[in-house]
Every structure is written in structure tokens, then in C-alpha cells.
């Protein structure tokens, strides 16, 4: 997840985070009804704040494409949409590859960057809820972006994970080979294998764009079972 925003003292800086955090998980998350008005007061009341700070922040996630900017209507939290998914990660794609391609063995200069350690000596992912193995895709990800060197792919890779969360969320609950996925990912790219990498990535971005019409169907029906 993205820093927050500040006011400019220590105090403010904690406090305009802290608002930040919440709301911006709460939109993640899906908290708050998908396609309606966000309601500026009762956000405030709820974090115990004055509306100011909670109308930043919201210019702040319309800034970052996390919600809807309506002139003189206000702001709106966004419903799912297949082609913005879609969109998003064949940009992610793109940027991981980008970054990937930075990498040449022979090159001077201090090399790669160690991956971090995502699996246990037994060879298994350290997750166990759904959150905790997102948390490990978005993570992965974010590292590669680092190895670029560039600030605009690392941002691009970390707004991709903020606005795709509750969808990876649910491919990892509903799609039976997700784990496999994202397993096959940590291991080649802690072998620094780059090249079988960079085909791993194509596959598994290939793989979630397809399996997107049938995953936003039982988003569907689900919602229309729990109405």
C-alpha cells in the first residue's frame, strides 16, 4: 500500500496517515457500498475527525484512481469492471517485464537484488489466509518493480496492487490453481531465474485475464444470492 498524505508536522503526518490508512483500506476491501456517493461525514465521525481531513484523502484515492471524482456531484467508490481489471493487469505485466529486462548478469555495477525469503525450508508459501498470500503476490511484485531502479514502474506496480486487491482475493479463494501460481513465481524468482520468470509472469497474467469473465459471474451471483 502507498504512503499517506501530511500536513507537514509529526503529529499531522500521523494523523493524515492514520485517516489515509483506513479509508483506503476500506475502499480495498469493499467496505463501503460499490457505485454509491461516498458520504463525507459519517467517515469522519467514524474516525473521529473533522470532514476536512476525510475530503483530502478522498481527493488524494481519486488522485490514485481508487475512486470517482464527480464535479459538483462528489466522490464515488468505483464497481468492478472487467476491462479496467483487464486494463490493469496487462499494464502490470508490462511494468514487470520492463523491470525484469533491466536485468543482465554481466552487467557492472551491484547486480540484482536478493529476493526476499516467501517460502518456508519445506519449499511452502508462509501464508495461510487468503490476505496473507495476496500479501506475498503484491509483495513479489513490488520487490521486482525495485529492481528497475525506477520510481514511475514502482509506483505503477504498487497502484496496480492497491486497485486489484479484492479481485486477487478472490482468484485466490475461486481460482483452484492460484497458489500454484504464485509458488511457481517465488521459486523462480528466487533462483533468479529471469527468463523462466518473465514466461511465468506471462502465463499467469494470461491465465487471470481469462478466468476473469467466469470469477466477476460468481461475484454476481453471489451478491445476488446475498440480496
Known amino acids: 500500500m502507498q504512503t499517506g498524505i501530511a500536513d507537514g508536522t509529526t503529529k499531522g503526518i500521523a494523523e493524515s496517515n492514520r485517516v ?12 463501503l457500498p460499490l457505485g454509491k456517493r461516498i458520504l463525507v461525514e ?3 465521525d467514524g474516525l473521529g475527525v473533522s470532514n476536512t481531513p476525510v ?23 468505483k464497481e468492478i469492471s472487467g476491462m479496467e481489471i483487464q486494463s490493469l493487469y496487462v499494464l502490470n505485466l508490462a511494468l514487470l517485464d520492463l523491470s ?13 537484488m536478493k529476493p526476499p525469503k516467501f517460502c518456508d525450508d519445506a519449499g511452502e508459501l ?35 496492487n492497491d486497485r486489484t486487491y479484492y479481485i486477487r482475493l478472490q482468484e485466490c479463494q475461486l481460482m483452484p490453481t492460484w497458489k500454484d501460481e504464485l509458488k511457481n513465481i517465488c521459486g523462480l524468482y528466487d533462483q533468479k531465474d529471469i527468463a523462466g520468470l518473465r ?8 491465465k487471470m485475464i481469462t478466468f476473469l469473465p467466469e470469477l466477476l459471474l460468481l461475484l454476481r451471483r453471489a451478491q445476488a444470492e446475498a440480496e
Open 42 to 44: 459519517p467517515l469522519a
Open 55 to 77: 475530503r483530502e484523502v478522498l481527493i488524494h484515492l481519486a488522485a490514485e484512481r481508487m475512486i470517482r471524482d464527480v464535479p459538483k456531484a462528489g466522490f464515488f467508490t
Open 20 to 31: 489515509y490508512g483506513s479509508i483506503k483500506t476500506m475502499i480495498m476491501e469493499h467496505e
Open 100 to 112: 525484469l529486462s533491466y536485468i543482465r548478469e554481466a552487467a557492472p555495477g551491484p547486480g540484482m
Open 199 to 206: 514466461q511465468a509472469l506471462q502465463e499467469y497474467h494470461d
Open 126 to 160: 508462509c501464508a495461510r489466509t487468503p490476505a496473507e498470500y495476496v500479501h506475498i503476490l503484491n509483495q513479489v511484485f513490488v520487490h521486482m518493480a525495485r529492481q528497475s531502479g525506477n520510481l514511475e514502474i514502482l509506483h505503477g506496480v504498487k497502484n496496480v
